[in-house]
């Protein structure tokens, strides 16, 4: 069975940093880009960052300079680096591989 799976959400303070993980299972990981995205309560599902296949980044300017994504096909998994976190980062994180999503990891940003 596809699926995607993230972990490595939690509690953190403002400036800290969490490091986000996306592991498939059940699919090729190699063909198409994987991207990540955030829902904040009472908001829309908005664009962080993506990686392609082969390797190319792009990042939302809210995040850019401060999050970094990065691919192990061999593991079947994409990281999401995130350092300088902000109060209004908190939100579920959800990883997009073609047609899957995964469940969502949450990250709140408070003191």
């Known amino acids: 069975q596809a699926q995607l799976v993230e972990s490595g959400g939690g509690l953190v303070q403002p400036g800290g940093s969490l490091n986000l993980t996306c592991a498939a299972s059940?699919?090729?990981?190699?063909?198409?880009?994987t991207t990540w995205y955030r829902q904040a309560p009472g908001k829309e599902r908005e664009f962080v960052a993506t990686?392609?296949?082969?390797?190319?980044?792009y990042y939302s300017d809210s995040v850019k300079g401060r999050v970094t994504i990065s691919r192990d096909n061999a593991r079947k998994t994409v990281y999401l680096e995130m350092n300088r976190l902000k109060p209004e980062g908190t939100a579920v994180y959800s990883c997009?591989?073609?047609?899957?999503w995964g469940q969502g990891t949450q990250v709140t940003v408070s003191s």
């Open positions: 990686i392609t296949k082969s390797g190319q980044t």
């Open positions: 997009n591989y073609e047609i899957y």
């Open positions: 059940g699919l090729t990981f190699d063909t198409y880009a």
